[in-house]
């Protein structure tokens, strides 16, 4: 499936689909606040953070190294802590955040954690992208819906042909 935007306050924000799940474009979120880019790094960094990716990737990821993740969360906190994003995904084997290079690349979070950080930027925020996000979801059913009965409907026709045509010969 190609990427998809949708708009949050008059940001424009991509979301890519990995292994049928969505992922938010964390960069794009931070695109129009104070900070940019460095508020994700502020948020990694974060012991809060830490705990929260932890417990998402132990629900959600069997390769999540356990091990590398304790001294992450040891470590955490501390003034001297440095947590970015390819850092957390080669120490941990993590599979909730993406770090895409190139021209349409930047910090990407699955779903499920990108509310969490749009929650962290501001409650107003967050309250936007979870119903411009829902919006999108409807849409992309109605959308399925449709194929689907239109699929539906032609083989309904040419089951119709075909019979006709046998009960002619």
């Given at each position: 499936?190609?990427?998809?935007?949708?708009?949050?306050?008059?940001?424009p924000?991509?979301?890519?689909?990995?292994?049928?799940q969505?992922?938010?474009?964390?960069?794009d979120m931070?695109?129009?606040?104070?900070?940019g880019?460095?508020?994700?790094?502020q948020?990694?960094?974060?012991?809060?953070?830490?705990l929260?990716?932890?417990?998402?990737?132990?629900?959600?990821?069997?390769?999540?190294?356990?091990?590398?993740?304790?001294?992450?969360?040891?470590?955490?906190?501390?003034?001297?802590?440095?947590?970015?994003?390819?850092?957390?995904?080669?120490?941990t084997?993590?599979?909730?955040?993406?770090?895409?290079?190139?021209?349409?690349?930047?910090?990407?979070?699955?779903?499920?954690?990108?509310?969490?950080?749009?929650?962290w930027?501001?409650?107003?925020?967050?309250?936007?992208?979870i119903?411009?996000?829902?919006?999108?979801?409807?849409?992309?059913?109605?959308?399925?819906?449709?194929?689907?009965?239109?699929?539906r409907?032609?083989?309904?026709?040419?089951?119709?042909?075909?019979?006709?045509?046998?009960?002619?010969?």
């Amino acid at each position: 499936m190609k990427n998809r935007v949708i708009t949050v306050k008059t940001a424009p924000i991509t979301i890519v689909t990995r292994h049928e799940q969505d992922y938010i474009s964390l960069t794009d979120m931070v695109r129009n606040f104070d900070g940019g880019g460095a508020l994700i790094e502020q948020w990694l960094k974060n012991k809060d953070t830490v705990l929260f990716l932890g417990v998402w990737e132990q629900l959600n990821n069997p390769g999540f190294n356990s091990l590398e993740f304790e001294g992450i969360k040891n470590e955490a906190g501390r003034n001297s802590f440095y947590l970015s994003t390819k850092k957390w995904i080669d120490a941990t084997g993590a599979i909730g955040l993406l770090a895409k290079a190139g021209r349409y690349g930047g910090t990407f979070a699955h779903k499920d954690i990108a509310f969490e950080f749009g929650s962290w930027l501001s409650p107003e925020f967050k309250l936007y992208l979870i119903k411009e996000f829902q919006r999108l979801k409807d849409e992309e059913a109605k959308s399925t819906a449709l194929e689907w009965n239109f699929q539906r409907t032609l083989t309904k026709v040419n089951y119709k042909i075909h019979t006709d045509a046998i009960k002619a010969q």
